[in-house]
């Protein structure tokens, strides 16, 4: 150390060589520890992103489709799914493939219930269109809705 | 203490403590950078999905609303509608408060799980001095989503041009009407004596006859005559059995003396008279024979050729509203009669959304 005080030295003791890589190493863990993180954050929030736009587009999608005058038909299919033909299928049920070639299950469900005691959709003289993804482990993770006028349904007929 | 000062045996230790205390004071706002990503992207997940549930009760309320007018006036009609017209039925002061107290009854739940929620209703009606009768009905829509909100509020508009729309119509037909017959010196052809016709005829431009017309075939060789344009008789129109005269304009008939059919006995075919604008007569006669089919309106004029009355359905005799679809078919007509349709000139079509049929009322976006 008296090579900083401008005197001469042979050259750092092995204890100290030993010491500074101990500590070295123990900071270069740390670091390559946070950067596996945030490599997984990015990932997760990347998926999140992923999820919404996947929801959106197979929303807009579905009330397109709709909108084309098949709302009928699909309404008296309990499964709705299969009437989207942009969705593909597998064994394990409908799916999309989000951009991390990671599989979503959506569920696309058209009704018109009631929404409380006295009043219902139907009464409203719309559709509700409800979009959820959900993971293998059938959790949602995203839904959308959207409201169907039966007054635009007859425009997109004509 | 000294001892170790001057000796700076591990002095190697502090080095490396100094550096990883700058290197640690360095990584905190790189993580904390790359955390606040993270919770951006939840952040924006969160309100895509709440102005998702905002806008699906924003469509909620206006179709739920649109529905509520409907009904409201499917009510009204049915309650006041004995003896009363929908203009009563459905001026601003008997329909605004009607209306507003049912929408305040309505109970208004946007998606089951009331995530989506409307608030803050407010109506705002015109004062009766204000031309265009409206109600403002103001609401705030939000959804919620992760215990994220998104709001915002619409004014609905409901406007009721009716009233003042039919006046404006009423009065500028008046005021064409006026035109027209101020025009009838200017007309392109113009006949000072009696003019007769023997065979058919076509007139490509306005035509007076200040004097009478008259068609003269005998009851074998039928006489058809077209106007293209507008056609005044000061006098007389003498026409005989199945003549026919179609007119694409108006036509004035500046005479006392009645449509008629034919002029000697004998005979019990008709005559047509086929106009597609307005009718203006002085005198309301019409031969039994005769069959007069108008599009538009039958307007009484005076002697100083100042329109009296626009002739409406009340008025019964020789007038016939109730003709069938169209002045095409000549056996719905009533022989005898002015058979017509009312219809009006100009295209009575209102721009915007027009959801309430028959009542005058429109509803509109104001802000969003």
């Known amino acids: 150390m008296k090579y900083f005080y401008g005197h001469k030295e042979r050259g750092a003791t092995l204890l100290e060589l030993l010491a500074a890589l101990i500590i070295i190493s123990f900071i270069v863990l740390t670091f390559s520890i946070f950067f596996t993180q945030s490599q997984l954050f990015t990932k997760n929030t990347e998926e999140k992103i992923d999820i919404v736009n996947l929801n959106q587009y197979i929303l807009y999608e579905a009330v397109d489709f709709l909108h084309e005058g098949n709302i009928e038909e699909v309404l008296q299919n309990e499964v709705h799914n299969s009437y989207f033909s942009f969705l593909e299928q597998s064994e394990t049920g409908y799916f999309i493939q989000g951009n991390n070639d990671q599989m979503y299950y959506p569920f696309i469900f058209v009704h018109r219930n009631e929404v409380q005691q006295e009043e219902s959709i139907q009464s409203l003289k719309a559709y509700h269109v409800t979009v959820s993804l959900r993971d293998e482990t059938n959790e949602t993770i995203s839904e959308l809705y959207e409201l169907i006028y039966e007054t635009d349904l007859k425009e997109g007929l004509n | ?368």
């Open chain 2, 1 to 368: 203490m000294r001892r170790y000062v001057s000796q700076e045996k591990g002095y190697a230790l502090l080095v490396v403590l100094l550096t990883i205390v700058i290197t640690s004071l360095l990584i905190v706002p790189l993580i904390s950078n790359a955390l606040s990503g993270a919770v951006q992207v939840e952040t924006t997940e969160e309100i895509v999905k709440a102005e998702n549930l905002r806008d699906y009760s924003q469509r909620y309320y206006r179709q739920l609303l649109t529905e509520e007018i409907t009904e409201t006036i499917k009510a009204l009609r049915e309650i006041e509608g004995n003896g009363k017209s929908d203009r009563e039925i459905f001026a601003p002061e008997n329909f605004i408060p009607y209306l507003t107290s049912d929408i305040i009854e309505l109970n208004i739940f946007p998606v089951e799980n009331q995530r989506g929620r409307i608030d803050n209703l407010t109506f705002t009606a015109s004062t009766p001095e204000e031309a265009l009768p409206y109600l403002d009905i103001e609401a705030e829509y939000t959804g919620i989503h992760e215990g994220r909100a998104k709001s915002k509020t619409e004014i609905l508009r409901l406007t009721f041009p009716g009233l003042a729309a039919e006046t404006e119509e009423l009065l500028s037909d008046i005021e064409k009407i006026k035109q027209f017959y101020e025009r009838k010196d200017e007309a392109a052809i113009q006949y000072s004596e009696k003019k007769t016709y023997q065979e058919h005829f076509n007139y490509l431009d306005t035509v007076l006859y200040q004097q009478s017309l008259e068609m003269s075939g005998h009851a074998q060789s039928d006489i058809q005559g077209f106007y293209e344009k507008d056609l005044y008789i000061e006098e007389e129109l003498d026409y005989s059995q199945n003549d026919k005269i179609y007119v694409k304009g108006n036509v004035y008939y500046g005479s006392d003396k009645q449509l008629k059919t034919f002029p000697g006995q004998g005979g019990n075919r008709e005559s047509y008279l086929i106009v597609e604008g307005d009718l203006l007569v002085r005198e309301l006669k019409v031969h039994n024979n005769s069959k007069v089919c108008v599009r538009r309106n039958v307007y009484y004029i005076d002697r100083n050729d100042q329109i009296e009355n626009l002739l409406t359905a009340e008025m019964v005799n020789p007038l016939n509203p109730s003709i069938g679809e169209s002045c095409d078919d000549p056996d719905t007509w009533e022989k005898g009669k002015i058979n017509f349709m009312g219809e009006t000139g100009q295209d009575t079509v209102v721009p915007g959304p027009q959801i309430t049929p028959g009542s005058g009322w429109q509803i509109s976006t104001v802000t969003e």
